[in-house]
């Protein structure tokens, strides 16, 4: 507790109780336990939990926990592996945002849609499909659990983002819970006559202050994105490259070229994972039914459930770098159009094709399940990633690849797989994201998430410390190297270094804005390196 501090834990735990009610308020041990962790490793076991239902709530909360003093550690879906509301000190209230979960409004004149920061990408894309409408980037693999509050404060990518960038793009306004307790408006509606924030570039971007910025500057209570009408035409590509130099460049060429939604690579050891997982009769004919409904003929809907039927799973050569396309448009002209630009591009540089059996499966069912938390067979995971400017693409692969190398007998020899995903963001940026897979005991956050089929049919691995110490040395040393480069990571947390690596005045900036939202360092403190 601070010098500021008036209120005795009890007393607080009391008026929490009052403004939260039973549901809002966890402070049994299993509770703390696993809000004191994420998908990486625990922290400080926290005092309390509170899950607020309402804007006016987490206001209410907050302005309580700021006259005891205490630290608040916001949290979305809780599926990050960066310690991003875990902090080293114990006593913080973790603020779990998940009962947020009401979509306010959807406006199709504005093509607007507020949330609250609980709502996940899912809940929104299911929302919205009925009505012919969609989020420009809708969401991350991990979007069945994932918020649109985490994502924002993280940095969230992948559907759509080949053509419409990251979450940070398609936000417009926020009411930010600041350390206080005061609820700030970004966008249009820090205007006081402003009715609805559909811009958020009158005067400074305010409403870009609180994206990306790993929950330390404010609690995202309430959140307006702005829609698109769902392209009325998709379609599917997949080559595969033995030269993994010249599938990178088809992936930025393909990117500059601004052809597909979503465009991503993987290499060999990704490509036989995302093939090799256990098949499951029922979700396989689920997903055939999704991929022959989403077809606007029959015809075509036929055709693509039996070419997927028939690629089945064993399709790729060994050592093949496998690339994947979605492609979206208003006429099928365009989107074929744009396939045969892809396919010129590919052809240049050695490429192969073939069946689109992934990308379509992708997009029919683009919410993995949490069980996917884990490995299929219960090992844990992380990733690391780094975004370069196109041209930067092959020096960052080629040193990382050189620091992996370096260290693969020792990965090898502990039984651990590194995989790697590669894609674009609009036409500028190339993302390069190194996945760790090995056998290890699970944390709070896994078992929690995972599903009790999953929990039956996979035993959890005995601890395996002499592995994971093995994953940790060669993540540090990456981390480092992402560093040296000035690449971008998404997912800062307390992983990437932030604030260490600015430039003198770019960081008194920030700082100076930490101290006008958060004048005490309460909102989670070490994160983005400030007032750790």
């Not at 309390?48 to 709530?57: C, Q, T, Y």
């Not at 039914?289 to 606007?296: I, R």
């Amino acid at each position: 507790m601070t010098e500021t501090a008036t209120l005795s834990r009890e007393a607080l735990t009391e008026k929490l109780a009052a403004i939260l009610g039973p549901e809002g308020l966890l402070t049994d041990e299993d509770s703390r336990r696993l809000h004191s962790a994420d998908l990486f490793g625990a922290g400080g076991l926290v005092a309390a939990v509170i899950r607020p239902a309402s804007l006016a709530d987490l206001s209410a909360a907050v302005t309580e926990i700021a006259k005891a003093g205490l630290a608040l550690l916001p949290r979305g879906g809780g599926l990050t592996y960066v310690q991003g509301y875990v902090s080293e000190a114990e006593g913080a209230v973790a603020v779990d945002l998940r009962r947020m979960n009401h979509i306010l409004d959807i406006n199709a004149q504005d093509l607007l849609i507020t949330v609250e920061a609980g709502v996940t990408w899912m809940q929104i894309y299911e929302t919205l499909k009925p009505l012919g409408l969609r989020l420009p980037f809708f969401g991350t693999f991990s979007g069945r659990g994932a918020t649109v509050g985490g994502g924002l404060s993280n940095g969230a990518l992948f559907l759509g983002t080949a053509r419409y960038g990251t979450s940070a793009e398609i936000v417009l306004g926020m009411q930010v819970v600041l350390a206080d307790g005061s609820v700030l408006h970004t966008g249009q509606t820090a205007i006081a006559n402003a009715k609805r924030p559909f811009t958020r570039t009158f005067g400074p971007d305010t409403t870009g202050l609180f994206t990306h910025d790993a929950g330390a500057l404010g609690i995202k209570g309430v959140v307006t994105l702005r829609m698109m009408r769902a392209p009325a035409f998709s379609d599917y590509l997949s080559f595969g490259f033995q030269d993994r130099d010249a599938a990178v460049e088809a992936l930025c060429e393909i990117g500059r070229s601004e052809l597909a939604e979503d465009c991503y690579m993987m290499d060999p050891d990704k490509t036989r994972a995302a093939l090799a997982a256990p098949s499951d009769l029922v979700k396989d004919a689920k997903t055939l039914l999704k991929v022959v409904t989403q077809e606007k003929s029959l015809f075509r809907g036929l055709k693509a459930g039996a070419q997927l039927a028939m690629a089945g799973r064993d399709f790729i050569e060994e050592g093949c770098h496998s690339l994947h396309m979605v492609l979206a448009g208003r006429t099928r002209e365009a989107v074929d159009g744009d396939m045969a630009l892809a396919r010129a591009i590919v052809a240049r540089l050695g490429g192969k094709e073939l069946p689109n059996s992934i990308p379509k499966a992708g997009r029919a069912d683009p919410y993995s399940q949490l069980d996917a938390v884990l490995g299929p067979t219960g090992d844990r995971w992380i990733a690391l990633n780094a975004k370069v400017a196109h041209s930067e693409a092959k020096p960052l692969v080629d040193a990382v690849e050189d620091l992996i190398a370096r260290h693969q007998a020792d990965l090898d020899a502990q039984g651990v797989v590194v995989s790697r995903l590669l894609t674009v963001i609009g036409n500028h940026v190339f993302s390069y994201e190194p996945v760790f897979n090995w056998h290890d005991s699970w944390l709070p956050m896994h078992s929690a998430t995972i599903s009790a089929d999953m929990k039956a049919k996979v035993p959890e691995p005995v601890a395996n410390p002499d592995a994971r110490a093995a994953v940790m040395k060669v993540r540090a040393e990456i981390v480092a190297l992402f560093a040296a480069l000035g690449a971008q990571s998404n997912q800062i947390g307390r992983t990437y270094p932030y604030a260490s690596v600015m430039r003198p005045e770019s960081r008194a900036l920030l700082e100076g804005i930490k101290r006008v939202v958060d004048p005490e360092n309460r909102v989670n403190p070490g994160a983005l390196g400030l007032g750790a």
